[in-house]
């Protein structure tokens, strides 16, 4: 279990983040979404006492992390594969780190294995590809076999055999009753892999729900109507927070109120349906609307980047 209260971290006039309160529960992959820039890594890199907050606290399984006695057996962090001594092979990577925490061979044996390392484990990581260096990372977090795992980015560089394995060993540690906390900017990926979501945008937390109520709170459900009553449907519709479009003659799309209501009422009118079908949102199409607010480089038809007023505010939701 990971528990932030009143987080803030300020490097100069930069606030990265900015009083985020949040907990992070075992048993579930909790994903950590947030555009370029939004505070992920610095929030990561609080939690595991890489940097002192300005502001609040974080705690790992009740402690902040520097008051841990075996950090490697409680947190397992990967927050930059990069960060490791380039004339060393992974195997021997992962022995000095074992031995750190008296972790034995067997252990580094294990973690080779389960990441896939085991034909490269012998060579210099300085030519590890990104992938190969992001497996090393993982192996790095599970060497202690933590409770809780941290992971920045982990699928960046993965190909996409290595996408699902990192998909489906999150979640098989979740499943163990392990905390997992992986940040990415892919909602895609976050959709398969994640059970709650927290989102992120200039340092504020903007939503932390469950995916599915991410999704319908950010951009309410859509339903579709096919009927040779529209006209008479529209009408008994008619509300304030109901917006209805058609896009072709006896179809409508009508947002603002759900399947069950737009069926009974046409059944009180006896109007005849042909369709009645609830349209979710993606999930990318939630975070899109999430974050438009947050997001401090938008792209342009150019294609150069175009930073928004830096004091625009963002549209909070916060918890
Ligand atoms: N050491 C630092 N000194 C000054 N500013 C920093 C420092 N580290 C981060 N920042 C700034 O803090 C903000 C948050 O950065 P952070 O790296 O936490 O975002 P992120 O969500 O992880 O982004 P990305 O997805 O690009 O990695 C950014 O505006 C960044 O420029």
Do not use: C
Request: glycine fraction near 10%; charge should be neutral; charged fraction near 20%.
């Amino acid at each position: 279990m990971i528990e932030a209260r009143g987080l803030t971290k300020r490097y100069g006039s930069k606030t990265a983040v900015d009083d985020i309160t949040f907990s992070v529960q075992p048993g579930k992959v909790t994903g950590f979404l947030g555009p370029n820039g939004a505070g992920k890594s610095t929030t990561m890199r609080m939690i595991v006492g890489l940097d002192r907050p300005t502001a609040g606290s974080v705690t790992v399984n009740g402690r902040p992390y520097a008051e841990l006695r075996e950090p490697l057996h409680e947190v397992g962090a990967l927050l930059d594969a990069k960060a490791v001594h380039t004339g060393r092979s992974a195997a021997s990577h992962l022995a000095a780190m074992a031995a750190t925490h008296g972790i034995g061979k067997a252990r580094v044996r294990d973690v080779i294995e389960m990441t896939g390392l085991a034909g490269v484990a012998k060579k210099r990581v300085g030519g590890f590809s990104l992938g190969m260096g992001q497996r090393l990372g993982i192996a790095s977090a599970l060497l202690g076999d933590p409770r809780t795992l941290i992971l920045d980015e982990p699928v960046n560089g993965l190909d996409p055999e290595g996408v699902l394995w990192v998909r489906n060993l999150v979640r098989f540690l979740a499943s163990e009753g392990r905390t997992v906390f992986l940040s990415s900017h892919l909602m895609s990926e976050m959709a398969l892999t994640a059970d709650h979501i927290i989102v992120i945008g200039r340092g504020r937390i903007i939503a932390d729900a469950p995916v599915q109520d991410i999704v319908a709170r950010a951009t309410g459900t859509t339903v579709r109507v096919r009927t040779p009553h529209a006209t008479q449907l529209v009408e008994l519709l008619r509300g304030p927070d109901i917006t209805v479009s058609t896009s072709e003659p006896g179809l409508l799309e009508v947002t603002g109120s759900t399947a069950a209501t737009i069926g009974e009422t046409a059944a009180a009118a006896q109007l005849v349906l042909h369709e009645l079908t609830p349209i979710a949102a993606s999930l990318e199409d939630a975070y899109m609307s999430l974050t438009a607010d947050s997001v401090e480089y938008h792209s342009t038809s150019t294609g150069l980047p175009t930073p928004v007023g830096a004091s625009a505010g963002v549209t909070s939701e916060e918890n």
